[in-house]
Structures are given as C-alpha cells and as structure tokens.
C-alpha cells in the first residue's frame, strides 16, 4: 500500500538546469498538491488540480511548471531552477470531499547551487 | 481574511508531562480544523480533525483537541509526552468552501522536544 510516492527524494541542480518532480498515488484521489516547505513559512501552495487534464496556480506558483496527464500522477517542473528554489517539496492527493484527509509523500528536497 | 496562528515556534517538555500546542485561528464561518505531524524526514500524517460534530476531539497517539469557538481556539493537548512524539505538528484550517481547491491554510508549524 504505497500511497503517495515522490521521486527524486534529493536533488542538487545548478542555476538554470530543470528538472522534474513526480509525484505517483495508488488511492485514486481527485485533488492532488504540490507543497513547499521553507523553514519558519509553514507550507506553501505552488499548483494543485482537482483531476486528470486540470491544473491551478496556488499562493507561490511563479517559477513552475505541472501536468496531470493521468488521474495517478502530478509532476512538477521547473524549467530554470533558481537558488530561491531550494527547498523541500510535497506532493500531496485528497478525495473530493471538502473535510478530507490529505495524504502527503516523503519530500523532494531540492538544492539550486 | 482567514488565518491560522501557532502562537509558539518551538515546545520543549519533559518525558512524561503534559504537552500544550496552541493555535488560534480567523475564520468567517465555522471552519474545519486539522492537526497533523510532522516526523523528521517524512511527510505530514493527520493527527485529528474537527468537523463541527464534538468539539474535543480525540486522535491518534494519544493526543486531542478542543475547538473553542468563544476564544478561537483548537489548542493541541496530550496528558504525557513520550520521546517518539518530538516532531513538528502544524495546525490547517479549512474555511467553507475551501476545501477541495487551494484554501487550505497551514500554521507555520511548533517543534516539539522531548526531554529525557
């Protein structure tokens, strides 16, 4: 029972190179998230979507990039990375109800040299 | 405009006495509030949440939470710490209407240690 799976776990990048961030869950939820996490802020919405070929702009979406071409899977991309890009990253997927529970993955953590 | 406040950054207790994590929250309407953790390295797990059915709520590893409505509270309590609960936990409300988009609001988060 996997859940909520994010691959890379860890990724050092230069400034300017892209990369992609995936995100696969196995519970066949509508709403999947993409989250940062900085020290002192809490988490941060960067994009989200509420099922397969939709996506939205969250509270920090500049900078990003995301596709959900399948209901299982939301990537993530940056296309060029930047040093206030570090940070570590969470996907996370919920039913459609309002009060329901979001799953989150283990994090991305993510370092723009 | 909503919010959520976690009045204290960091909890430091001792193995075995009661733990106090305080979050106040601006809502409109009767929202819908969550606990979740934090363990190091890992991804958040939901601890409890309110729902406006019974406002102490009871979650997992022996922790709850009282909704307030009067004060605006959902303050998170357990009895006795034990050392596997240091962790960060992080209070979320969801105001009406906000829930299946992107109006999920985190606290920035309390760090809870644990003393031997």
């Known amino acids: 029972n996997a859940g909520v799976t994010q691959t890379p776990k860890f990724r050092v990048l230069k400034t300017g190179q892209s990369m992609t961030l995936l995100c696969a869950q196995d519970?066949?939820?509508?709403?999947m998230y993409w989250y940062r996490q900085d020290p002192g802020m809490g988490l941060r919405l960067i994009h989200y979507s509420v099922g397969e070929g939709t996506t939205a702009k969250g509270e920090v979406p500049d900078g990003y990039n995301v596709s959900r071409l399948k209901k299982q899977n939301f990537l993530l991309g940056l296309e060029s990375a930047a040093p206030s890009q570090t940070s570590v990253y969470f996907c996370?997927?919920?039913?459609?109800?309002?009060?329901?529970?979001?799953?989150f993955g283990e994090g991305s953590r993510l370092t723009v040299l | 405009a909503q919010s959520v406040t976690q009045l204290d950054s960091h909890v430091s207790v001792s193995e075995g006495t009661p733990v106090l994590l305080r979050c106040n929250y601006s809502s409109s309407y009767s929202p819908s509030l969550f606990w979740y953790v934090q363990h190091p390295n890992k991804g958040l797990q939901l601890l409890l949440k309110y729902t406006s059915a019974a406002t102490l709520v009871k979650g997992i590893n022996g922790f709850e939470a009282e909704f307030k409505k009067s004060e605006t509270s959902f303050h998170l309590t357990k009895p006795s710490a034990h050392m596997s609960d240091a962790a960060e936990y992080f209070c979320v409300v969801i105001p009406m209407g906000g829930g299946a988009t992107n109006k999920l609001i985190f606290g920035t988060g309390t760090l809870l240690a644990v003393q031997p």
């Open positions: 996370a997927s919920k039913t459609g109800t309002e009060t329901g529970e979001l799953f």
């Open positions: 519970m066949n939820h509508e709403y």
